[in-house]
């Protein structure tokens, strides 16, 4: 397997099967014109913090995102390419306009998009193997679920200036409702199901299948918007109002990235993948155990 250079000049955009972290730390900042020289002068800290303003996630956590694509069997020699990779995370995290982006990164700008869904295609990937539930569920009450609402452009309808489906109470637009299921007793999300806007949380529940999921005797926790005679959901004690606490914390999350918590304008078609790009990222820092880059959940 081809391993990284260390000639940053050549290294940057291909020749990468494998990446150490601080190689994508590097790398990602030199990228953004931050020279070895000046990163030597700011230090790990002060450079790691940057790296996570343009790209979202830490460099170890980007490190083992480009392995398990590798692994997965994405890449090759010849369709490989770094730098590709952090437009993506750029791209998810920052959400700038292609013509900022495409002078950051001096690219053509249509180049650089085509470049920038094809990574974003390779991460939402990873959804099958970071986003799923349980084999086997040890406890009552083994989940919570919360809808998250994301503001979209107006999609296009035949007939009506507006479609109602798609329209959000929670932003008075339209956008998606985003149902997000997560552990209660570890670091882990469950699953995604994507919406329209004016689906209501009963609705989102019935589309993922959820209940059908969670077998008998075990329980949901859901807060009060969530109808209370849907069997295996449980609303509000106080347990419950720390285990939604902790879910919110998850919500608020995604929405660093702000391809999701901005409104989101490249169409409803290619809203799904950058979701589920986003929550895989997302999903990457939680259950990392590295006490220098984890960022896990707190515990209930």
Known sequence: ???????????????????????????????????????????????????????????????????DIVDDGALNEETVNLKSFFMALNFLRCYDTEGIRATRFGEDAKRMQSKVWAWISKIAALKAKKIKFPATWDTTFVASVDGTHVRINEPRHATLKKDPKWYSHKHGCSGHNVQVVMAIWEQQCYDITISKGGTNDKGNVIKSGLLDKVPAGHRIIA??????????????????????????????????????????????????????????????????????????????
């Open 223 to 300: 807060d009060g918007g969530y109808p209370g005679d849907m069997e295996k959901l449980s609303t509000y004690n106080q347990f419950d109002s720390d285990a939604m606490s902790r879910h919110e914390t998850f919500n608020y999350r995604l929405k660093i990235y702000e391809a999701i918590g901005d409104k989101f304008h490249h169409g409803k078609d290619k809203f799904p993948m950058c979701m589920d790009a986003v929550a895989v990222l997302v999903q990457y820092s939680i259950e990392d155990t590295n006490p220098e880059s984890g960022n896990p959940l707190f515990d209930v």
């Open 1 to 67: 397997m081809a391993t990284a250079m260390d000639n940053d000049d050549d290294g940057i955009a291909n020749l990468l099967l494998a990446v150490s972290p601080s190689q994508m730390l590097r790398r990602g900042l030199k990228l953004i014109n931050i020279s070895r020289q000046v990163q030597n002068r700011r230090g790990m800290t002060a450079n790691v913090l940057l790296f996570k303003q343009h790209y979202g996630i830490h460099p170890n956590q980007a490190s083992t995102v480009w392995k």
